[in-house]
């Protein structure tokens, strides 16, 4: 991999030839695994400035320059986060001369307090091609970690590491990027309904308009980097006519993204609005005209006649693989990550494919066109619990690095970690074409439809519709893709052997059951993110920064051995503390708790009766405890006792109170399965019941950021 040190350049080219299509990640970390980051990704014409809506991308534009760039989302890593962006370099339109990957923080943050930043770029294998790693960082609170730009019709990358005191302001600033304050405050936070719904309509059709095309051959040079990064803003006409302010345009699929350019506003004085043309299905749904409640909806993937594993595979492979083609922004949303193109989506079941003596049938296959060139992806598909066959992996490795194909792709229950594979397979070096082996869990691609149908909506109802039966049909009992379903074979000996404490440091099975303890998390993750329309992501939390993950594991295992108890700790964007589980294995129960700090301002009685009366419809059993300065345990009680005496929660002895412990108990289920009374259940149910019954309750009162305004293009 190459190393690359700021200002310096290289050529795409000379690293790997599969750079079509490339995968940029921006990863930092933090001791507590808490700071975090909004990516942003700017397109750039010869004059160094973003002329047109469509070329900003940033949280509430995935999708720009006509589907080439996409915004792929945060995956926890082990002391922080990694955005990845995927960039199809093949389609980037002509008229982009330059592409510059950037990343800010909010209130009050600088990037000084974020160790490990860093920017990689992999090829369209997954083969990481070329690092960058950003040193002293300063007092900025935006950074431009590197630049993709062509030269001679050829990409090349600099490492560029320049960041901004004034933040996302003066990054788009500079770029030719307006943002308006007072318009800002005018419109209401992310899933806010302010504004009728005449005035969304409108703006979906103002963002929906026919686009002129208008694709400008510029000669590609080797532009420098901004130098007025702390100066004039660059791209702003001094002595010219008013600048237009476009809106930020619907996203509607990578597909109908390709085809369209944006158009200019008529009106130079409109509010510019991030408003979507979205269609999504109605949350209350009509009244039931069945005579009675026996009577069942007619479904489009009827579940009732699955009778058994291989049943369950075929259907849902097809299942899934006809929505992917039929609905580009689920299709393009779960192969982008994978290195696939935006273009044209096929899906295919029941291939035949020649393998020495006897045939092999891989379960689907992915073909995406772009340009005249094919992206190809066989599919591996196991439902219900059933474990990957390495054998039956490796020979689709092995048929796709012969006939040319980009990736294996492996689909099943269980969720994939960090620095570990499902399944062993050999990678035959002396072959030139390399072959992308990535794996779906089923609780992903429910994510992702959820995200869809219910948060960010789709082209058309006809998708929204589709997405809803796909919905319904991977969380039916009897589709088979519920995720992660089966914490292991070593879950009852490790309960057993923490019973009568027999369990030493180094058993591999304790290390087993914090590998599954993992996987259930991130699940869990997956499934309440879904459901709030927000990022939350694990935080893994240990004493050295940079621990492989397979060491910090180990160490799990051993404290496990040590302490009988399973911890996790998860971060929920908008909210003003980390969630955290433990699972104590002697006691069988489960603890969900969340440390919020004390105001800044009053009297400590009234802040004890100031989180009373916040938590008025708290479960009555609700543990608080008082956060002490230093070392020093404060006093605790439940809800219903501090409800009429909220001075008993306060310290004594002069100590200084700091915050608020909140905690509920819960016994945990003793089944290693997914069944009702089952472990894996029982967590779910433990983190959905906190957050509704105490999490919600804390937001409620805290002013969130706004993330619907968005900086707006100066024409």
């Not at 960082?137 to 590197?146: K, N, Q, Y």
Request: glycine share 12%.
């Amino acid at each position: 991999m190459h190393s690359m040190t700021k200002g310096s350049n290289v050529g795409l080219a000379t690293l790997s030839e599969d750079i079509g299509s490339v995968m940029v990640s921006l990863a930092w970390s933090s001791d507590t695994g808490e700071g975090d980051a909004d990516v942003s990704v700017l397109l750039l014409d010869t004059n160094g400035k973003v002329g047109r809506d469509a070329d900003f991308c940033f949280y509430n534009n995935p999708v720009a320059g006509r589907g080439s760039v996409q915004l792929l989302g945060k995956t926890p890593t082990a002391y922080g986060s990694e955005d990845r962006i995927g960039f199809d370099l093949d389609a980037v339109p002509p008229e982009v001369d330059r592409i510059v990957v950037a990343a800010s923080r909010y209130d009050g943050s600088w990037f000084k307090d974020l160790d490990d930043l860093r920017l990689t770029l992999a090829d369209g294998s997954g083969g990481q091609l070329l690092q960058f790693a950003v040193e002293d960082a300063g007092e900025v609170s935006a950074l431009i970690f590197g630049e993709l730009y062509r030269r001679s019709g050829v990409w090349k990358f600099r490492a560029v590491g320049d960041g901004y005191a004034s933040g996302l302001a003066g990054l788009a600033t500079d770029f030719g990027v307006d943002i308006d304050d007072a318009e800002e405050e005018s419109v209401g936070g992310e899933g806010d309904p302010t504004g009728s719904a005449a005035e969304t309509a409108e703006a979906g059709a103002e963002a929906a308009g026919a686009y002129e095309q208008a694709a400008v051959d510029t000669g590609a040079a080797d532009t420098a980097v901004p130098g007025g990064h702390h100066g004039t803003p660059s791209g702003v006409d001094a002595g010219g006519p008013p600048a237009v302010r476009p809106v930020i345009p619907a996203q509607a699929s990578a597909a109908e993204s390709a085809d369209r350019q944006p158009p200019e506003r008529e009106n130079p004085a409109a509010r510019p609005r991030t408003a979507r043309r979205k269609v999504t299905l109605p949350r209350n749904p009509r009244k039931s005209l069945a005579e009675n409640d026996a009577w069942r909806t007619a479904r489009l993937f009827p579940v009732t006649a699955l009778k058994n594993d291989r049943e369950r595979e075929t259907r849902a492979t097809s299942v899934l693989l006809s929505v992917m083609a039929q609905v580009p922004e689920l299709g393009r949303r779960l192969t982008a990550g994978f290195g696939a193109p935006a273009g044209r989506m096929e899906t295919f079941t029941e291939v035949s494919l020649p393998h020495g003596d006897t045939p092999r049938r891989p379960d689907g296959v992915i073909r995406v066109e772009r340009a005249g060139k094919l992206w190809t992806a066989l599919v591996e598909t196991k439902t219900n619990g059933s474990a990957l066959k390495s054998d039956q992996v490796q020979a689709y490795m092995d048929i796709a690095a012969r006939r040319g194909y980009e990736a294996v792709i492996t689909l099943s229950n269980d969720v994939a970690l960090e620095g570990s594979s499902l399944v062993d397979v050999k990678i035959d070096g002396r072959r030139k074409h390399k072959v992308a082996l990535r794996h779906l869990s089923w609780a992903e691609v429910a994510h992702q439809a959820q995200m869809l149908i219910q948060h960010e909506g789709v082209g058309n109802a006809a998708h929204a519709w589709l997405l809803q039966e796909l919905l319904h049909y991977l969380q039916h009992e009897n589709s088979g893709c519920h995720g992660f379903q089966n914490m292991g074979s070593a879950w009852v000996p490790v309960r057993k052997g923490i019973d009568d404490e027999t369990l030493c440091q180094g058993d591999p099975r304790a290390l087993e059951v914090i590998e599954n303890w993992e996987r259930l998390i991130r699940q869990v993750c997956l499934r309440l993110g879904g459901e709030l329309g927000r990022k939350v992501l694990p935080v893994q939390r240990a004493a050295r920064r940079g621990t492989d993950p397979h060491v910090r594991r180990r160490e799990q295992a051993d404290q496990l051995c040590l302490e009988g108890r399973l911890q996790a700790a998860v971060r929920i964007e908008g909210t003003p503390g980390v969630l955290g589980v433990v699972a104590d294995l002697r006691t069988g129960k489960l603890r969900t708790s969340i440390e919020v700090p004390a105001p800044e301002t009053g009297y400590p009685l009234s802040k004890a009766k100031r989180l009373i009366r916040q938590l008025a419809a708290a479960p009555a059993d609700l543990h608080i405890e008082a956060l002490v300065e230093g070392d020093g345990a404060g006093p605790r009680g439940t809800l219903e006792r501090l409800r009429p005496e909220p001075a008993d929660i306060l310290p004594k002895g002069g100590a200084q109170l700091v915050g608020f412990r909140l905690s509920l108990f819960k016994g945990m289920g003793n089944g290693r399965g997914n069944a009702e009374s089952g472990f894996i259940r029982s967590v779910d149910a433990a983190v959905g019941r906190f957050h509704t019954a105490v999490v919600v309750l804390l937001e409620a009162q805290r002013p969130r950021r706004s993330r619907t305004e968005a900086p707006t293009a100066v024409g």
